[in-house]
């Protein structure tokens, strides 16, 4: 009778599972999880992911297995789907690496951090002075496995440049504000409010098995092994990134503040800005084309980058995935709608300027007319007398 029921079921679930829409699930990595089990011979330790598998039962063609395979009243068959594949895609995979960047203020003085945090500075790898690497132990657990002390991503990273930015790597989201509060007490620059903040969330995923040095995903990057050179590139392109952003932001606000001159102009043909906040508006506008340029270096080489091709190639996938340039061309094209718009103001308030001169030089020869008009009256009474 078990021998009649369980092979009838089995053919059963397989063609269900075998027809199903559902993107997640593999039906040849069920077959496979069938004859070979899930975890063979492991015992659940701080880096392994232990699923709920209540609902399984031992497989045995011979006739004493009359218990089915699988629990129909508490069997979901995504959920067991989704469990196996997740389960699947981890199998190859060493290790998941949170990543996070911030831009906290328009300037940080380097040295003075350097001092304060001297013992947890990492050597730099090349000559370039805009950032420091820092190196944390970290406390979690997952990622103090024995024998990987001295793997970078089993420790906790805070990478800052001068610019303003900070990228953190396996530094839990509770403790990213105590380290933005030593960044900022070295911070030379205005400090940006909560609102002003820009932040962004990446992941890096090793994967000693990947034939490729590197490969990519949305909002992710599979890298072979991480090293501290991989850090500093990934660093590199995600703070510029990310204060991209904010200066992106900055000029938005200068072409709004323009549209709504314009269209003020257009209603009542005039506009309302005296020269000391249009010079202002310039000197805004210029200083944020340079900080992009000089400061955040947006067009500078990595050294690393040029001196080894696999980095090169983290840098430059990462580059096109954020569409620097690109988002720099939108920056330049926004610089030079207030640029014109600057132009065109100047010569308004000029000419504005330029009349009201007139009219001064007009009241003044009116004045010295009078003045002499007076004085040919006078001497013509004062010689009918």
């Not at 989704?82 to 995979?93: A, R, Y």
């Not at 703070?239 to 314009?262: C, H, P, R, W």
Request: net charge negative; glycine share 4%; hydrophobic share 40%.
């Amino acid at each position: 009778m078990g021998r009649s029921k369980t092979p009838f079921f089995l053919s059963k679930f397989a063609a269900d599972l075998f027809f199903t829409k559902s993107p997640i699930f593999k039906p040849n990595f069920v077959f496979r999880r069938l004859i070979i089990p899930l975890n063979p011979n492991s015992s659940p330790n701080c880096s392994t992911h232990v699923h709920n598998l209540s609902g399984f039962r031992v497989f045995s063609s011979f006739p004493a297995a009359t218990n089915p395979i699988f629990d129909v009243g508490s069997y979901d068959e995504r959920k067991y789907a989704e469990e196996l594949f997740l389960h699947d895609e981890d199998d190859d995979e060493l290790r998941k690496i949170s990543v996070r960047a911030i831009f906290l203020c328009t300037s940080v003085n380097l040295k003075g951090l350097q001092l304060e945090l001297s013992s947890h500075v990492v050597r730099p790898t090349s000559r370039s002075t805009n950032h420091i690497a820092l190196r944390f132990c970290n406390s979690n657990p997952d990622y103090m496995d024995v024998g990987v002390e001295e793997n970078p991503s089993s420790h906790s990273y805070m990478v800052v440049f001068q610019y303003g930015s900070a990228v953190f790597f396996n530094v839990e989201d509770h403790e990213v504000e105590s380290y933005l509060s030593i960044v900022k007490r070295h911070a030379s620059g205005s400090v940006l409010k909560e609102s002003e903040t820009r932040n962004d969330d990446y992941v890096v995923k090793e994967k000693p098995s990947l034939t490729e040095d590197m490969q990519g995903g949305p909002d992710y990057i599979i890298l072979k092994n991480l090293d501290i050179d991989s850090i500093r590139i990934i660093s590199s392109v995600l703070g510029q990134s990310i204060a991209l952003d904010y200066f992106v932001s900055q000029v938005d606000g200068m072409v709004k503040e323009f549209t709504d001159i314009n269209r003020i102009m257009e209603k009542t043909g005039t506009f309302t800005m005296d020269r000391k906040k249009l010079f202002k508006l310039v000197g805004k506008a210029n200083s944020n084309l340079a900080d992009v340029i000089l400061r955040v270096g947006l067009f500078d080489r990595s050294e690393i980058a040029w001196r080894e091709a696999k980095y090169a190639q983290i840098y430059e996938y990462l580059r096109e995935e954020y569409e620097v340039t690109q988002r720099f061309g939108n920056l330049d094209y926004k610089l030079k709608f207030v640029e014109h718009n600057i132009h065109f103001l100047q010569e308004a308030l000029q000419n504005r300027k330029s009349d009201l001169l007139e009219w001064c030089i007009i009241v003044l020869l009116s004045i010295e007319n009078v003045i002499g008009i007076y004085e040919i009256i006078r001497e013509a009474n004062i010689a009918l007398v």
